[in-house]
Nanobody
Framework: QLQLVESGGGLVQAGGSLRLSCAAP????????MGWFRQAPEKEREFVAA????????TYADSVKGRFTISRDNAKNTVYLQVESLKPEDTAVYYC?????????????????WGQGTQVTVSS
């Protein structure tokens, strides 16, 4: 079973930035497509970004394009989400997810492994 552990969330003012990390202790992430999702209070979970196994391919939700950057370091078995120019509407619990496949997808239903989430709160 693949265990994912997120970190890096916190409270930040609008316009600020954070770097979220997702690690898989003792496991190799290079076989997995990785994604970030978020869920705000009383809202459905939504796709944020995803990255191919090699890191050469990325895709983003329109709402974060140009502000968020997903990357990965397979040597460290870690995936990152750099979040910048944060807005209050970015407030949510951010989850990383893994998909054992070569195909990058945006539906959470296609990811089989999930972390516990990290809270990002953006104050206005």
């Amino acid at each position: 079973q693949l265990q994912l552990v997120e970190s890096g969330g916190g409270l930040v003012q609008a316009g600020g930035s954070l770097r979220l990390s997702c690690a898989a202790p003792g496991r190799t992430l290079s076989n997995y497509v990785m994604g970030w999702f978020r869920q705000a209070p009383e809202k459905e979970r939504e796709f944020v970004a995803a990255i191919s196994r090699s890191g050469g391919g990325t895709t983003y939700a329109d709402s974060v394009k140009g502000r968020f950057t997903i990357s990965r370091d397979n040597a460290k078995n870690t995936v990152y989400l750099q979040v910048e120019s944060l807005k209050p509407e970015d407030t949510a619990v951010y989850y990383c997810a893994a998909r054992r496949s070569t195909i990058v997808v945006v539906s959470g239903r296609d990811y089989g492994y999930w972390g516990q989430g990290t809270q990002v709160t953006v104050s206005s």
